[in-house]
């Protein structure tokens, strides 16, 4: 395995994975947490590095509750995505407020908006599925799913259905034929004007690998060659199989790092849906691949995720990711990263992972 030489802000991990085209090799990722500083508006390198998540984890058992923390050792994404952990802040006594982002480029071209409403508890009166009044926010509310449009596996008229595949640990999801029982909870996590927006549910953080649409682009394996040894697909994933935010917080393409990044009603300092905005740093891992019998080569990187962890301390971390072949490894013998600014190192924003 190489071994790797890094700035101390920086996580890494290397892992045996296979790349986009089912390709055995190694995946790399980088990882670096930003906090804002007081006297800027520029986010800044935090003294420690950021944990490394092997798997996703979650904030209960797997079956029945929502992500805590999304995977890190995937081998690519499919351009860039932003996630956001943690809770809103609205103002206390209100009944509803306002929740989300926007991230914009350098330039003040804006790339991602999104806002959530978040209403106070309420539940179902009786059967026929109206809800009872809706009581004030008091503090914080969760960034969970749990509290999204959804509902789990459920027993109607003596028969167990499925749970609400989108969301399959949230609430207020009534399958046909059924009935809602008084007293249960209602979603608090809304869309703007309460639309349905065809039943996704209403969230800013990452979304389980087992919940539609992400199990729907892991592809089909061949049984028969895997048994023998091979990785072929007779259906290859989707290229955004590993990407675990929802759709509309995704991008085409990878980020630069020095874009802005706007939060609404997600810190005490921005309650009920007022703004603040910080810049990313303009910084960029350069990495070179250094061979065994000396000389190096660039290795393109691709930061693909921006996540955000909201509370009384702002977190920002930034993914690159990139991955290499077995024989680009077989030739090589240490990774060397850099950390430097975007303008003075050519950022490839295609991120063409089988190139190595």
């Not at 670096?32 to 420690?48: E, G, I, N, V």
Request: proline share 9%; hydrophobic share 40%.
């Amino acid at each position: 395995m190489l071994s790797v030489v890094a700035p101390k802000e920086l996580a890494h991990s290397l892992w045996p994975a296979s790349g986009v085209h089912g390709k055995k090799g190694v995946g790399v990722v980088l990882k670096l947490r930003l906090h804002p500083q007081a006297d800027s508006k520029t986010l800044q390198p935090a003294s420690t590095p950021p944990p490394i998540e092997p798997v996703e984890r979650f904030h209960g058992r797997p079956q029945s509750s929502s992500v805590s923390a999304a995977a890190d050792l995937v081998p690519f994404k499919r351009g860039a995505e932003v996630v956001i952990y943690g809770a809103a802040y609205p103002v206390p006594g209100q009944q509803s407020s306002v929740a989300g982002f926007a991230l914009s480029s350098a330039t003040d071209r804006l790339l991602l908006e999104k806002r959530i409403w978040v209403i106070g508890a309420r539940s179902s009166r009786a059967a026929s599925g109206m809800a009872s009044g809706v009581e004030p926010l008091i503090g914080p509310v969760p960034l969970h799913y749990e509290l999204a449009y959804g509902g789990p596996s459920y027993a109607a008229q003596g028969q167990l259905g499925q749970g609400y595949a989108l969301n399959p640990v949230g609430c207020g999801h009534c399958p046909w034929g059924g009935e809602l029982t008084a007293g249960e909870p209602q979603p608090q996590w809304v869309w703007p004007n309460l639309c349905s927006r065809g039943g996704q549910p209403a969230g800013l953080g990452p979304l389980a690998q087992a919940w539609a649409p992400r199990a729907e682009r892991c592809g089909r394996l061949d049984e028969e060659a895997y048994r023998r040894g091979r990785l072929d697909y007779l259906q290859r994933p989707h290229p955004a199989v590993h990407n675990a935010a929802p759709d509309d917080q995704q991008l085409p393409e990878p980020l630069r790092g020095d874009e802005c990044l706007t939060l609404y009603g997600l810190s005490p300092a921005t309650a009920g849906g007022l703004a603040a905005t910080w810049s990313l740093p303009g910084l960029t891992p350069r990495l070179a691949l250094a061979g065994a019998a000396g000389g190096s080569r660039a290795v393109p990187l691709a930061l693909d995720t921006v996540a955000v962890t909201t509370g009384e301390r702002l977190t920002v971390d930034l993914s690159w990711r990139t991955w290499l072949s077995d024989a680009a490894c077989a030739s090589a013998s240490l990774l060397h990263v850099d950390l430097v600014q975007v303008d003075l190192v050519q950022v490839d924003r295609v991120g063409r992972f089988d190139a190595f």
